[in-house]
């Protein structure tokens, strides 16, 4: 059931700004000192570019079968039609959770940016969580920040894509003064300079770029509020990842040659550039530009969360009310509020759960790959004469290396690695969520009897 219609309004650059601006969030400003710390500043620079050659070959897949198949909810289409009804709710609902995940880490990260501009804002003490003192202005901010992203989003996707291309040039303008600052350190004296962190460090920060990539999906997920071609879906979405990656790497190397990283200062990127430039303004700049990274990060996910539970919701997996769309500014407003109600309670685990969070919710985005790659392939063979407006180079053999990358990467989660999910806590995140998805599709198949 639905109220109303998807509005087509999203040119190339809004969908671009979405892409991009969920990818680059504000991670690299709070953890660049950890990536750089574990796996130093060649074992950090080669996980992402290993994980984001991998992010790629997936994206390309996606890419092809964006253009091929333009239908709200993206993974769902395409594994419903290549596998059906159990593989296409496997596979939305993991990706669901990658994107609550995400939100969740926004309502959190924002207090802690805040915090770092503003001397004693951490007031009222709450509770501990994991070692980490929860306070009451933290939580209040989060959850207030959290209602206005989401009405924002409810109010229209145009207006969230607006807001996230002015987000993404603020980022590209810190990212700019912050690799010229990594450059004019490079001719400073820094024997700190931890150049490999050995096998252990490198998949310390390996296991955590898919869920630092996690946002070119979000362009499937809206594909019916597209208003461009179909072929410039696959390469908007291509795109933005490679630029994502070009981003990333050079944010680890201009960390890595900082000597604040060996202060191990809370706010290492901002630092760095602060230092380089010897001026507290650029530190606040950088710190202001991840906090822009925050929006864009809210608002795609936000977006594409709501059109996979949207999805579902249509399809009779979850529950009709979650299928509906506001008559007036064409959005999933129920979805919306739905995963907006959650980012509003995740200020209450503190700082301590950003890892967690972003632990779990990496490997409900890689089984998801999973699973899309797999369609790829099966599609190719399914529907050879499928219009492809955008083609994947390399044909059905790039599926299997997506597969084949998306399953290794699945492997760096599992117990037996030495980057394996922490036990109770993130693997009680991720089971406690298929627990949940599978308590929702049995009430929504029981009230459909």
């Known amino acids: 059931m639905t109220d109303g219609t998807f509005h087509r309004v999203l040119g190339r650059i809004d969908t671009f700004a979405l892409a991009f601006g969920a990818m680059i969030g504000w991670s690299w400003v709070i953890l660049a000192g950890t990536w750089v710390s574990d796996g130093g500043l060649l074992g950090a620079a080669l996980a992402f570019l290993a994980g984001g050659v991998a992010i790629c070959m997936i994206g390309l897949t996606y890419a092809e079968l964006a253009s091929a198949l333009p239908f709200v909810g993206g993974e769902h289409v395409y594994t419903q039609r290549a596998f059906g009804e159990a593989a296409s709710y496997i596979c939305t609902w993991s990706i669901i959770f990658g994107y609550v995940a995400v939100v969740a880490f926004e309502a959190i990260a924002l207090p802690v940016a805040v915090a770092s501009l503003v001397p004693g804002f951490r007031q009222i003490p709450l509770w501990t969580v994991a070692d980490y003192q929860v306070h009451g202005t933290e939580v209040a901010l989060g959850a207030l920040a959290a209602t206005g992203i989401t009405l924002l989003n409810i109010r229209g996707v145009r207006i969230a894509a607006r807001v996230q291309a002015v987000a993404v040039i603020f980022i590209l303008v810190a990212g700019a003064l912050l690799i010229v600052g990594g450059l004019l350190s490079m001719g400073q004296e820094n024997s700190e300079v931890l ?255």
């Open 195 to 449: 150049l490999w962190g050995g096998s252990p460090g490198f998949l310390s920060v390996l296991i955590m770029v898919p869920f630092l990539f996690v946002g070119f999906d979000v362009i499937p997920q809206s594909a019916e509020e597209i208003n461009t071609s179909q072929r410039d879906i696959g390469r908007v979405l291509i795109r933005s990842i490679l630029l994502a990656i070009f981003f990333y790497v050079l944010v680890v190397v201009a960390v890595g040659l900082s000597p604040s990283v060996g202060e191990n200062e809370g706010l290492v990127t901002a630092v760095a550039a602060g230092k380089a430039f010897n001026s507290p303004a650029v530190t606040a700049f950088i710190v202001l530009a991840g906090i822009g990274g925050i929006l864009t990060s809210w608002n795609a996910f936000l977006i594409g969360g709501s059109r996979a539970v949207f999805a579902l919701a249509h399809a009779g997996y979850l529950p009709a009310f979650l299928g509906r769309i506001h008559p007036q500014y064409g959005t999933p407003w129920y979805a919306i509020a739905v995963i907006g109600g959650i980012s509003v309670l995740a200020p209450l685990l503190g700082r301590s759960a950003l890892v967690w969070i972003i632990d779990a919710g990496g490997f409900g985005i890689v089984i998801a790959y999973v699973f899309v790659a797999a369609a790829f392939i099966a599609l190719r063979r399914k529907e050879p004469d499928l219009v492809r407006p955008y083609t994947a180079p390399g044909g059905e053999a790039t599926g299997w290396i997506a597969l084949t990358l998306g399953i290794a990467l699945s492997m760096l989660y599992l117990p037996w690695s030495p980057s394996a999910l922490l036990w109770p806590q993130e693997w009680g995140l991720l089971i406690g969520w298929y627990i949940l998805g599978l308590v929702l599709v049995l009430s929504a198949r029981q009230m459909k009897k």
